[in-house]
């Protein structure tokens, strides 16, 4: 199974540079994995510089968001009348392009780290905040009963049963949530900035530096695919039981 | 509620009444009633009677607008799980938890410590006979099994009274036999006392001391009825006319206070 992922990446590669190689494509439009290589050991200091300015305000950000939308969303799914207020008003929130209100960040906020990170945090929060909502509001009143009548005080209710109950749904608005916040900070980066992974992108891309605009994607498909990571070991330990369950 | 046992649980004048602004639904109505130390007294009515608004509010979950309920002599206003143990139509296990660490979550809530839990909790695995499934999940049991877990659960901090909810109205026909049998095994082990709801007359009859019938709108106590028959049940005791007898006056209680069911369409049910 290994063997054959390599194979198929390497023939990947292959086709890929060989259409540079043999001049199909532009150089505008495509950099061949070579030329890739050739940008990155020019200029691999900005991009770690990049890199960690990205790396941070995601974690930030990320820390924020899943705060404040977890405990957002559980307030809100506790109490009927504010869940029924709220939800229609998270909802359509959600729905509203949320980047037109980045110019507006960039005014309250300026063009440095705290505009990127407020701007994630907005986009991340409502997915989590509904989601965590709704999972505890799907919870049967059954559960609510049993932690009352066994002597679970409010705190216990909550923390014990109600939120464990709603993970899986909690789970799936931190997967929406945390691409949007890293797609949020990459895309604030590019609007405007001084500096950070979606900076370098779009500062290559309006000189032409087709390498480098690549190397710029491949570096914000490796925050992606880090924090995607951190995600499924959070998914595993808290929904294990789940898995289980469909697979049983 | 004749053999001179001391009163465990009492009712008086119990009332609520729901939207007391516009509109007031009277949900219960003067219930009193008293059930003896370790008996197993059945309460049967139609759905929307009231029946779960009553036990939620012996539970202690509910408060009453009128009335009050008498545990051992102490009014009941907040839940007591020393004394009183609830359990659902569904079982309500956690399913991130095994079978054991269920069994163990009020113990764990009361702050016992590990060992005795542990030591509890097997020993009330034993009692339902299900130790070969305590490192299990509740999802790799069936609904009988997991009900059977429901009720070593609730007796794992011993409690005196069990509350029971519609306990077996998820379950088919077959496994609530089965159910009803194990139950009333439990109840002569341990010697509780035991309130059940359902709307199921045969099973209220079928395992009670006692059959307490009620109406609805309002939900009132119309009827308490003795069921006079000799343990161990079997099931062979539902197929007697002294059952069969027994049953029937349940039904004309119920039905005579209802006008959707006295209809004579519905007479020869």
Not at chain 1, 35 to 46: L, Q
């Amino acid at each position: 199974m290994t063997f054959r992922r390599w194979l198929a990446i390497l023939i990947v590669l292959g086709l890929w540079e060989s259409v540079r190689r043999f001049n199909l494509v532009g150089p505008l439009l495509l950099a061949s994995p070579t030329e890739i290589g050739e940008a990155f050991v020019k200029s691999w200091f900005d991009y770690v510089v990049a890199l960690r300015l990205t790396a941070t305000e995601i974690a930030i950000a990320l820390a924020f968001a899943w705060t404040l939308g977890i405990a957002v969303g559980t307030i809100a799914g506790l109490r009927p009348f504010l869940s029924a207020t709220a939800g229609p008003i998270l909802s359509s929130l959600f729905a509203v392009p949320l980047i037109s209100w980045y110019p507006l960040f960039m005014v309250w906020f300026g063009i440095g780290i705290t505009s990127k990170i407020t701007y994630a945090i907005v986009s991340g929060f409502f997915p989590i905040a509904i989601n965590t909502m709704n999972g505890i509001r799907a919870v049967d009143h059954q559960y609510l009963l049993l932690g009352r009548a066994i002597g679970c005080s409010r705190r216990q209710v909550i923390v014990r049963i109600l939120l464990p109950m709603a993970m899986p749904s909690i789970v799936s608005g931190l997967r929406i949530g945390t691409a949007l916040v890293v797609i949020g900070v990459i895309v604030a980066e590019m609007l405007a900035s001084l500096g950070g992974i979606g900076y370098l992108i779009s500062y290559y891309r309006s000189i032409y530096a087709t390498a480098h605009v690549y190397l710029g994607i491949l570096c914000a498909l490796g925050c992606a695919l880090v924090v995607n990571w951190g995600l499924s070991y959070v998914e595993r330990r808290f929904t294990h039981w789940r898995v289980v369950q469909i697979e049983g | 509620m004749t053999s001179g046992r001391p009163v465990v649980i009492e009712t008086r004048a119990l009332r609520k009444v729901y939207g007391i602004d516009r509109a007031p639904i009277v949900a219960l109505q003067d219930i009193s009633f008293a059930v003896e130390e370790g008996s197993f007294v059945s309460l049967v009515g139609p759905s929307g009677c009231g029946k779960s608004t009553l036990l939620q509010i012996m539970a202690g979950l509910v408060p009453s607008t009128s009335g009050e309920v008498l545990v051992d002599g102490v009014a009941v206003r907040q839940p007591a799980p020393e004394k009183i143990s609830l359990m659902f139509q569904d079982a309500t296990l956690l399913p991130w938890k095994r079978i054991s660490e269920n069994i163990e979550f009020p113990l764990e809530i009361r702050g016992m410590d590990r060992d005795e839990r542990r030591h509890r909790a097997a020993a009330m695995l034993a009692l339902v006979g299900l130790s070969e499934f305590a490192e299990r999940y509740p999802h790799e049991l069936s609904g009988g099994m997991r009900q059977r877990v429901s009720i070593a659960r609730a007796l794992a901090p011993d409690p005196r009274i069990l509350l029971m909810d519609e306990p077996f109205g998820a379950l088919d026909e077959q496994t609530r036999i089965k159910m009803g049998y194990e139950l009333l095994r439990v109840w002569e082990k341990t010697g509780k006392t035991i309130f059940f709801i359902t709307h199921s007359l045969t099973e209220a009859l079928f395992l009670a001391d006692t059959v307490l019938v009620m109406s609805h709108r309002p939900g009132r106590i119309v009827g308490t009825i003795d069921a006079g028959l000799p343990r161990p049940r079997t099931y062979e005791i539902i197929g007697t006319p002294e059952f069969g007898a027994t049953r029937n006056r349940i039904w004309s209680l119920i039905s005579q206070d209802d006008r959707d069911l006295s209809s004579e369409g519905m007479a020869g049910l």
